[in-house]
């Protein structure tokens, strides 16, 4: 914490320790050199300075999240005694405005399965076969688009099936969602 | 020339299958080509006696031979059990298996057709009279085959092409506790595990919802169910 409190006392405007406290909360923040050489820039101090500062940031604001602390109480004991009273409040704040967009964020980037993206369906009727010349049977298409989450957001590799379904399966599939909603409700009750 | 009067006396059926066939010097089967609904194919030779044949048996054992000729219908992976019940009959009945073999594969040209053209009991009969199976004959397997169609039918449905077809589905919902990021979290997700046939094999594919994304699709299949039973 110590390092923060000299340097971000050279910090031109309450604006730029807003957006420091941003771009150091990414999770490839302290490593990027190029973060590091803009923030010593703004606040006119070594590139090495700057990357102590982006790396204290990113663990504070990670721990703030992970330990879901909410009352700024809770986050003013973190910084030690010798702290800069303002500054620590200014940080404060702003961490806690943050901290519900980064908890979405961190949300939706957890590992899981791959993601039902896009779904649609459609029903045709099946009027001939080669073993059948003349019938009339309807059948589902359902189409649905998943990404996989393993790779990077935004990118993600984005597969694609088709499943036909006959009308017993469509039913059968129906019962088993339907249990699953009813059970939802159950869990949702209590 | 007399394309026209024979055309119109074959629709009455005023003449018999050897009539048409001395009238206008054609053979036999294909006379009998003219008349059949079961099949356009000339049949050859060899399958029209097979059918004539059929007359030689006595009742009860055309009734078998039907029987085992629809159990086989009904269960088209039973070959060996056909061909085990064929050769059963023969030692019973003092004939070799061979022709008896060739028999039953010239008669089953009959209900195989009659699935894909959707023919009726009566014109089953018919098709069996101009072949010149006796009439109790024909009558019994025209009864057994309106008796069996609607399975038969169904049969002939289900090995209908189906692309992709889902052969299972299994699910499990839950919540996730916490993360690398979030000491403590309360999502309920939805995985779902869909076993899909490609060809031979099945895959699986795995996917996960979330709860506004599940109701969407509960949603979405009940409309597809209802539009499917618009049409059945």
């Known amino acids: ?190 | 020339m007399e394309c026209a009067e024979l055309n119109s006396k074959i629709a009455s059926f005023e003449y018999t299958i050897t009539e048409v066939a001395t009238k206008v010097n054609i053979s036999r089967p294909t006379a009998i080509m003219l008349q059949l609904q079961f099949t356009k194919d000339t049949l050859p030779d060899s399958v029209s006696n097979d059918f004539q044949n059929l007359n030689k048996f006595n009742e009860q054992q055309f009734t078998s031979l039907t029987e085992i000729l629809f159990n086989f219908l009904l269960e088209p992976k039973e070959a060996d059990r056909f061909l085990h019940q064929l050769s059963e009959f023969a030692g019973e009945n003092g004939m070799s298996a061979g022709p008896l073999r060739n028999l039953m594969k010239s008669l089953l040209l009959l209900p195989h057709g009659s699935l894909k053209k959707n023919l009726t009991e009566d014109q089953v009969k018919e098709d069996l009279l101009t072949l010149g199976v006796s009439e109790d004959k024909a009558d019994h397997f025209s009864q057994q085959w309106s008796l069996h169609y609607p399975v038969l039918s169904r049969l002939a449905v289900g090995q209908t092409l189906m692309v992709n077809q889902l052969v299972d589905m299994e699910w499990k919902f839950g919540v996730t506790v916490g993360t690398s990021e979030l000491q403590k979290v309360g999502n309920t997700f939805l995985q779902l595990k869909l076993v899909i046939r490609k060809g031979n094999s099945t895959e699986n594919v795995y996917m996960e919802l979330t709860l506004p994304q599940f109701y969407n699709f509960l949603h979405e299949m009940e409309r597809a169910k209802a539009s499917m039973d618009c049409f059945s």
Not at chain 1, 8 to 35: I, N, Y
């Open chain 1, 1 to 190: 914490m110590a390092p923060m409190n000299t340097r971000h006392c050279k910090a031109p405007s309450k604006d730029a320790v807003r957006q420091l406290c941003a771009d150091s909360f990414p999770s490839g923040a302290p490593e990027s050199w190029r973060l590091a050489e803009s923030t010593a820039g703004t606040l006119s101090v070594s590139a090495i300075e700057a990357k102590e500062l982006i790396a204290a940031l990113h663990t504070l604001s990670h721990h703030i999240l992970f330990h879901n602390l909410t009352a700024p109480e809770q986050i003013l004991v973190l910084f030690p005694k010798s702290f800069h009273p303002s500054l620590k409040i200014l940080i404060t704040k702003i961490m806690l405005e943050h901290s519900p967009t980064w908890r979405n964020e961190a949300l939706s980037n957890q590992i899981s399965l791959p993601h039902l993206v896009e779904m649609d369906w459609r029903v045709d009727m099946k009027t001939a076969s080669d073993s059948v010349s003349r019938m009339a049977v309807p059948t589902c298409l359902v189409h649905m688009k998943v990404e996989d989450s393993s790779c990077l957001r935004g990118s993600g590799a984005l597969s694609s099936v088709t499943v036909e379904l006959s009308k017993e399966t469509l039913d059968t599939m129906l019962d088993g969602l339907g249990r699953i909603r009813d059970q939802l409700s159950v869990v949702a009750g209590k």
